[in-house]
Every structure is written in C-alpha cells, then in structure tokens.
C-alpha cells in the first residue's frame, strides 16, 4: 500500500509551501503462548489492556493515522502549520487459541480501539475526541514500569479534551517559564457501573531556558470517576436509590475538591456529604534534568493522594521515584546503550494503618480502592494508575484467596525497577525489563507473610530485509514468586508501517 498525500508540496511565484501529511499505515499479526494460563506479567503491563490475561492468544492489529501538516521554514527545520488535523484509529483483535480456563464462550474473542480519534490544533492548543493512548505525569514515558495515577495499563475510552501538548513557553519571560495544561470530560463506558464520567486536569511548569543545561519541572494531574447507577448500590448508604449524584452542582463540587453544600440531600447520602463526590485519584509531580552534549538526566518524583491526607504529604514517603538515562552519542560501537530507567515505589504508608472519621486526616488512604465504586481506579478489569497494584484476579489462587476485601487486595508494596533500551548499529533492537516487589496486601486484611515477586522482559525487533518498517518482534517473560502465577512465555509478531 502507497503512502497518500492529500494536497501537493507546492511553491510557485515565492509562495509559502505547505505540504499535506501523510496518512501512516500500520500492521502486525502475532501470537503468544505461557507455560500457564496466565499471560505473564511484563507481556501484558502498560500495554492499554490490549494484552489477554490468558494464554496462549492470537492477534491482529491494524492502525492507520493522519498527523497535521507541516511547512518547512528552511533547509534545516520544520515547523507545524498553525492550524490543522488529524486522526488516529487503531484496531486489536485477540483470539484465544485454548478453550482453557475460559469462563464463557465470548471471551474466546475480544475486540478493542485503543485508538479512534480526531483532532484538531491551532497555535500550541489542541482539541481530540474520542479514544487515545495517553500517559499523565513527569517521568520517562517510554520505559518507566508504570505512572502513578495514569499509566497506561488500562484501555482508553472516549473523552474530550482541550490542552496543551507540548510546553508552551512564555515570551514575556523571556522563556524562562513555560506550562502544559488540559481539562477533560470522559465516559466509563460498558462498565460494571452505568453512565459514570471522568474528570480529568492537568498542569504542569518548567523553569529554564531551551539552552539551559539544568530545568526543573512541576505540577500535578487531577482525576475524578463520578455519577453512575448500579444494582449493587441499591438500599445501602452510598447512595440514593442505586444512583450516585450527577447535577452541575455535583460536577462543580468534583472539579474543585470541595464538599457538596450540605451533609446529605435528594441528591446524595451522608457518604458523599462528609467524603466529597466521586473517586478521586491523582499525584503531584517535580522532576529535575540536565541536558549535556553526550547524556540527559532526568531525576523524577511521582506523589499519589486520594484525599485531604494525600494532599497534605500525610502519606510520604508514598511514591514513585524514578532516574533516567538518555544517551546522545551517535551509534559508533556494535551495540549502544539508548535509554536506562531505575524505579523506586513505595505504597505501604498510607497516611497510616488507623481510620478515623473524627480526625482531620482520617488515614488507611486504601489506594484504588472505593466503596462506591467496587472495581475502584480500573477500567474493563484493568489498573489505569501503576501496574503493581493489580485486582485480585490477577494474583496466584492462594494468594487470591486470602481476602475478599477490596478489588485491590495488594495496595501496599515496595518495588524495584529497571528497565534498558539499547541497539546494535546493524542488528535488532533490545529491550529489557525487571522488577522485584514486596507485598504486603491491605491494611484491612495484611498477608500473614510478605510474598516476593519476581518480573523479567528480554525483547527485541529486528529489521525484516532491507525494506523499512517491516519488524519481527520477538519477546519472552518471566514470573517467579509467590504473588502471581510462576510463567514462562513469550510473544511473536511481524509488524509492517507504511
């Protein structure tokens, strides 16, 4: 399949030439088999939910996306049009190769769209509808084990939202300072809960200049699931009549933080009324980097908070930590290490192990957890903050069957992480992953021991031919512990882009 150029480079008389983008194709078919049912780990984490639980699978994805034209200003550099748009669609469908362990006939196929969006952009702001994969706070998008809040563990659903992709920095300044910021509205769909929302903000700073040597970066992102109607809701105390509270006024209460107006109402229970509307999830972030003409360093700090106690730092030292590595040397060796990630996370604080309504910050902070919305920061069974803190359905069956509180029963850990990136100058392209965590489960319901676990990823992609964009990816992983599964397995595929 050819490239498609909507409009022709075009410059008569001196006129500015403008270029049409090219609408970008992609391909792949491939597989993927354990020496258990369960998909390993690192096979299926920050993979937006397209990565089967069970093995062995088949798969086909297909994705095709336009992104906004550009104009070239000189030989040497190309700016984006202030306006344009574009579009991004990608397909995935599985198919389970066993009927093992299946509970129903339709879970032997499974269709998603990660992607399926439009957008449009005009100066440095960008408006999108639909589904898209995204990641949200300061750290190393491409190799980090997980963000806090958002980390692309989970399948996109659809939301609109204005922001600021990249950083816009600010003249009058100088260009000292720069910001990112958006707001989002977006819909739960085909959920354990109907009609819920997500509230989504964010903002973010940068000091220094484009040619400093040493920025600093900080801000925070701001996530409410609010309203919906369930069953389960019926004739309890979190709610009223099974619905939980959806007027202007509700939405103005989530979007600021604050408590409704009154302790209960028609609206709402006493729950919602000394509790604040909706399940709230986010993290503050900082980050430090220095940019040198061989290497950039990025030293990043991720802090979760759920209510007035995260907020307040009442749960430190909580958080992801995280250093990274870039390295801008040109490839001169048989093989270059690109990118190195070292990660640090830790949720056993909590703001403490006692509950108290009374107190100004109550603490057993529970993360993901929530007693309104029983499968709590998830999406279709899937995390959407870090990885680590998975539903029990994930976890080993003895270890699953220690407690039956909560979807999350292991919310408080302690893991290491590293991951590394690196290519050799006529051969594939390696990626490496590794984690070790100590789990603790809740504090409603600890483990009567500290289970260990053990996560490993070896991949690699090697160029098919001498034709660009075909790739053969292959990949194995390794489970060894006492929380999950122990699994052997692996993942094939050929990948073509037009």
């Known amino acids: 399949m050819r490239t498609i150029y909507l409009l022709m480079c075009f410059a008569p008389l001196g006129l500015t030439v403008v270029c049409a983008q090219p609408i970008r194709y992609e391909a792949e078919v491939g597989g993927m088999t354990a020496s258990v049912r369960q998909t390993p780990f690192w096979l299926r984490a920050n993979q937006y939910g397209t990565v089967p ?3 062995p699978a088949a798969t086909v994805r297909l994705g095709m996306y336009r992104d906004y034209k550009t104009r070239p200003d000189s030989a040497k550099s190309r700016r ?30 499974a269709a998603f769209f990660p992607d399926a969006y439009a957008k449009i952009r005009y100066g440095r702001l960008e408006l999108f509808a639909g589904n898209r994969r995204e990641v949200y706070g300061i750290g190393d998008t491409l190799l980090t084990s997980g963000f806090v809040a958002w980390s692309g563990n989970a399948l996109p659903f659809p939301k609109i939202q204005l922001h600021t992709p990249d950083y816009v920095s600010l003249g009058f300044t100088k260009h000292l300072f720069a910001f990112r910021a958006g707001y989002a509205h977006g819909w739960f769909i085909n959920t354990y809960i109907r009609g819920s929302y997500l509230h989504q903000k964010y ?12 920025r600093f970066y900080g801000g925070l992102n701001h ?74 360093w990025l030293l990043y700090r991720q802090h979760p908070y759920e209510d007035a106690s995260g907020l307040s730092f009442q749960n430190l030292p909580d958080g992801l930590t995280g250093l990274r590595f870039l390295n801008h040397q040109p490839a001169t060796h048989t093989f270059q290490i690109r990118r190195v990630v070292v990660e640090w996370l830790r949720t056993t604080n909590q703001s403490g192990p006692t509950f108290d309504l009374s107190a100004r910050f109550q603490g057993q902070d529970n993360y993901f957890n929530n007693s309104q919305y029983r499968e709590g920061w998830s999406y279709r069974v899937r995390t959407i903050g870090t990885p680590f803190i998975m539903p029990g359905t994930d976890l080993a069956p003895a270890v699953a069957g220690l407690s039956s509180a909560g979807f999350f029963p292991n919310n408080r850990l302690i893991t290491w992480y590293a991951g590394l990136n690196g290519a050799f100058r006529n051969g594939p392209t390696l990626t490496v992953r590794a984690s070790h965590s100590r789990n603790f489960g809740m504090y409603k319901r600890p483990y009567p021991a500290v289970f260990r676990q053990f996560s490993g990823l070896l991949s690699a992609q090697w160029p098919l031919g001498r034709r660009a964009g075909t790739l053969l990816s292959t990949s194995f992983a390794l489970d060894r512990g006492e929380l999950l599964p122990d699994s052997f397995g692996g993942f094939l595929s050929v990948r073509r882009t037009w």
Do not use: C, M
């Open 53 to 55: 639980l069970n093995s």
């Open 80 to 109: 984006t049009s202030r306006f344009g748009w574009g579009f991004g669609i990608n397909a995935v469908a599985n198919a389970a190769l066993s009927e093992r362990g299946l509970a129903s006939a339709s879970e032997k196929w």
């Open 203 to 214: 903002l973010y700073a940068r000091l220094g200049k484009p040619h400093w040597r040493v």
């Open 223 to 296: 996530q409410v699931q609010w309203g919906g109607r369930a069953d389960y809701l019926v004739g309890t105390a979190l709610s009223v009549d099974g619905s939980l509270p959806t007027s202007f006024r509700d939405y103005l209460s989530i979007v600021t933080g604050s408590y409704p107006d009154a302790i209960q109402s028609s609206r709402f229970t006493d729950f919602d009324g000394t509790n604040r509307i909706g399940n709230h999830v986010g993290s503050y972030d900082v980050g430090v980097e220095w940019n040198g003409p061989k290497a950039n």
